[in-house]
Structure formats: structure tokens, C-alpha cells
């Protein structure tokens, strides 16, 4: 079975301070998404990474930037954070792009508090 | 633009009663759709997907969905409900012409009671 593991569950954080979310999967991935999830709001992607090092803005990457250095993981940074960033965090990865192969597993989530 | 609908909040069904959870879409192309579903305290969980062929779906605990071109429906359905299928249930299309990106709806959450 494919795991995607998150580093927090919770998370609380204050107001302009700089957040690491940590995702890590072991099924040798080469897709990797960031989304957060609000309700009545669906999934909303952040970005999303086809490789290492490669990335891509989704629909609302403002306020936030990642990096993938490494092919099993994939960090979600909030470079100063504020309150309208309190959500929960899934991280996701699918194993290719082709339509047998894009099923796209998740982590169990981090729910992210700004105070 | 591509969207997805899912007209109802909240799904109320008693256990043993067939359940319906419904997902219209738009998309420019022909499209590839998902189910995944949220138990409480979870992350998504994959159910079932239509790529081509039959219209008819099977998934995961026992769910299957129809896919009607002409509808632009992908409703999520089961026989019968079980207690343990409360959860909340999202529908999500891809354009085969894009690439990575699933468009999701806002979510269903179902209710089975005993």
C-alpha cells in the first residue's frame, strides 16, 4: 500500500512566524500535490511537483512556496504566517501523470491553527 | 471554465436504504472523474475512477458510480447503506487534455442512520 505521511496532525502557530509542513511517501512517486481544505470549499490545490526540484503554482499559491529536493518529499513553507492561513493541510503524491497511473493517494492532513 | 457540482451539503439516509451522492461536471474535453471519501479524523481515501469505457464503475466497499455523458453526471451510488459509510465524499473531474490538476467539489457529507 501506498503512505503518505505528514509530519504534524496539529499545528499552532502564531502570527508571521515562518511554517514547515513536511510530506514524505514511500511508493517511489513521481507527482506530489499540496492542497488545503475548507469546508464548503472542497480542495483547493497550492502546488503541485512532477519531479524534483520542479514545481508548479496551483490555484492559490500566494503566501506560500515549497520545495522538493528530494523525489519522497515534498515541504510546504508559509514564508511569515497569518490567521486566514488556518486550515487543514493535505499533502497527496500519484505515481505518473497517464490516466491507469494518476490516482493520487493522501496524508492524513495537518490542521494548521494561526493565532 | 471546468467545474465540478455537488448540489447537496448533506445526504440523509437510513441503513439499509440505497444512497445516492451526486456529482455533476464541465470540462472541455473528455473527462477522467473520481470519487475519494473522508472518514472523520482521516485523510482522503481513493473509492473508484472512470477513464473509459463501461458506464458503470465499481469501487470500494461496495460503492459503484454511472457515468452519463449526456447528464454530465458521475453519481456515487450503493445498494445498501451502512452505518459505517457516514462520512464525507468528494467528486473530482481532470480534463485528459490537462495534466496533474483535479478539479474538486465543495463535498457531500453523508449521514446513515442506524
Known amino acids: 500500500d501506498v503512505k503518505v505521511t505528514q509530519s504534524s496532525r496539529y499545528l499552532v502557530k502564531r502570527t508571521g512566524e515562518k511554517v514547515f509542513l513536511e510530506c514524505v511517501q514511500d511508493?517511489?512517486?513521481?507527482?506530489m500535490f499540496w492542497y488545503r481544505q475548507d469546508p464548503g470549499l472542497g480542495l483547493r490545490l497550492i502546488y503541485f511537483s512532477y519531479d524534483v526540484k520542479m514545481k508548479e503554482k496551483g490555484d492559490i499559491p500566494e503566501g506560500y512556496s515549497v520545495s522538493r529536493e528530494k523525489k519522497e518529499r515534498f515541504s510546504l513553507i508559509l514564508e511569515s504566517a497569518s490567521t486566514n492561513q488556518t486550515s487543514m493541510y493535505l499533502c497527496a503524491s500519484s505515481l505518473e501523470s497517464g490516466p491507469s497511473t494518476d490516482t493520487q493517494y493522501f496524508g492524513p492532513g495537518t490542521r494548521l491553527t494561526v493565532l | 471554465a471546468q467545474s465540478v457540482a455537488q448540489p447537496e451539503d448533506q445526504v440523509n439516509v437510513a441503513e439499509g436504504n440505497p444512497l445516492t451522492v451526486k456529482c455533476t461536471y464541465s470540462?472541455?474535453?473528455?473527462?477522467?472523474l473520481f470519487w475519494y471519501v473522508q472518514y472523520p479524523n482521516r485523510g482522503l481515501q481513493f473509492l473508484l475512477k472512470?477513464?473509459?469505457?463501461d458506464n458503470l464503475v465499481k469501487g470500494s466497499y461496495g460503492f459503484e458510480a454511472e457515468f452519463n455523458k449526456s447528464q454530465t453526471s458521475f453519481h456515487l451510488k450503493k445498494p445498501s447503506a451502512l452505518v459505517s459509510d457516514s462520512a464525507l465524499y468528494f467528486c473530482a473531474v481532470r480534463d485528459k487534455d490537462s495534466n496533474y490538476q483535479l478539479i474538486w467539489g465543495a463535498g457531500t457529507k453523508l449521514i446513515i442512520k442506524p
Open positions: 511508493m517511489d512517486h513521481e507527482n
Open positions: 470540462v472541455s474535453g473528455n473527462p477522467y
Open positions: 472512470y477513464i473509459t469505457g
